[in-house]
């Protein structure tokens, strides 16, 4: 079994739809949880940074974390056809944020 | 902040040749990661300095793979005697961290892409 555990997807919704990716884990170690963005042929773009459990928002994004149930994720308000990328999750231990652990990466495609 | 830069983006050479990688981190970022990343994965951690210490490696880079930052700023991989199974996009990510610092989020190149032939 993977540390972290992503459904690769892809998915698929129509422009405006609210958007719900997630990623479980089996480390209960993890407190710092990440998600990025990935475009086709480029690097992965920092979206969202959480330490331990809670919510954070920012703009049409909002990250979850449960650690009870080792789950986290992350919506996607009033979706775009920009917003089509791969959406990876990464997470490390406390104090060791060095060597992240990925998820595979969901698929993404909104739909004009 | 102009952000990481790695160069080449993209980089053809024959099976059994040596390449290098180049990567400029964020000028004021202390740490510097190497990944590797295959189609449908996550990133695949290579390496990790901390200035110019070489402070992990993975045990999945072979004796083929060696990573320099002499100074503490840019640094590069090399991989000698290139295989097929080299062909990959090569990622640097950097991010400021340690001592009162604490941890922060590492910030990705867009990669150079390999390709062996």
């Known amino acids: 079994q993977k540390e972290v555990e992503q459904d690769p997807g892809p998915l698929s919704v129509p422009e405006g739809a609210i958007v719900s990716l997630n990623c479980t884990y089996s480390?209960?170690?993890?407190?710092?949880f990440m998600w990025y963005r990935q475009y086709s042929r480029k690097g992965p773009e920092l979206l969202m940074y959480?330490?331990s459990s809670g919510n954070k928002e920012d703009g049409r994004f909002t990250a979850q974390v449960d650690k009870s149930s080792k789950y986290i994720s992350l919506f996607i308000r009033d979706s775009q056809p920009s917003d089509s990328a791969t959406y990876l999750c990464?997470?490390?231990?406390?104090?060791?944020?060095?060597?992240?652990?990925w998820g595979l990466g969901t698929s993404l495609a909104v739909n004009p | 902040d102009t952000g990481v830069s790695q160069d080449p983006r993209h980089k053809i050479t024959k099976r059994g040749q040596n390449v290098t990688f180049r990567c400029d981190p964020i000028s004021e970022h202390n740490r510097l990661y190497w990944y590797r990343q295959t189609l449908g994965q996550g990133p695949e951690f290579l390496t990790y300095f901390q200035n110019e210490a070489q402070l992990e490696k993975s045990r999945l880079l072979s004796d083929r793979f060696s990573a320099e930052r002499p100074k503490g700023s840019f640094s590069t991989l090399e991989i000698q005697r290139t295989e097929q199974g080299d062909s990959a996009m090569y990622l640097c990510a950097s991010s400021l961290g340690g001592g009162d610092l604490g941890n922060q989020p590492q910030h990705f190149g867009d990669g150079t892409r390999l390709s062996i032939l």
């Open positions: 959480t330490y």
């Open positions: 990464a997470m490390s231990p406390a104090g060791n944020n060095r060597k992240l652990i």
């Open positions: 480390n209960s170690a993890f407190q710092y």
